[in-house]
């Protein structure tokens, strides 16, 4: 039977070709609906958990300042992502905590057997975030992220401010991917 003729057959029995391509509408819909399917990004904070403080994140590196970078960065995305979800920590329903676990280099390209090219820096972080009441609510452990960046020749303060940009670049990478994680698990 021809596609045509299934309308006909179903218009001779007094089903409305209108009705038809509305329940067919709903079927396709129904399983998006119902399964829990959404678009990313549009996930809310954990359940329950609508004022959230986010602690300084602990650094025990001997890198200086990642801590704050991660923190500063995790603040960011969620002002971006979710307005007035950030309060003081009497105020909040829980506190998102971490670590900074480590931070280590490698080089990627050399020129010779001695020269540094580009290095490639990688940023470990667990986290948790704990109810009011000290109830463990997520927990993410290892979560990592790796950016390169150029080794100025004979210019250790240019290579430091390379360093340090990809570090920054890492810290905002990393809260996005925390971020995620952390609306996906719920």
Request: with cysteine.
């Amino acid at each position: 039977m021809r596609p045509g003729n299934c309308l006909r057959v179903f218009g001779s029995v007094g089903i409305d070709t209108k009705l038809i391509w509305m329940i067919i509408t709903i079927a396709c819909l129904v399983p998006f609906a119902s399964c829990g399917y959404r678009f990313a990004g549009s996930e809310g904070p954990p359940q329950g958990v609508e004022r959230l403080f986010i602690k300084l994140i602990d650094n025990n590196t001997t890198e200086p300042d990642v801590g704050n970078l991660i923190t500063n960065q995790l603040k960011n995305e969620f002002i971006q992502k979710y307005q007035g979800v950030l309060v003081d920590r009497e105020r909040a329903d829980a506190v998102l905590s971490g670590v900074v676990v480590g931070v280590r280099t490698e080089t990627v390209a050399r020129r010779g057997a001695l020269t540094s090219l580009e290095r490639r820096v990688y940023m470990t972080i667990d986290l948790t975030l704990k109810s009011s009441g000290s109830e463990r609510i997520w927990f993410a452990k290892g979560i990592t992220a790796s950016d390169t960046y150029a080794v100025a020749s004979g210019d250790k303060e240019d290579t430091e401010r390379n360093k340090r940009d990809a570090l920054q670049d890492l810290a905002r990478r990393l809260a996005e991917i925390s971020f995620n994680r952390l609306s996906d698990d719920f």
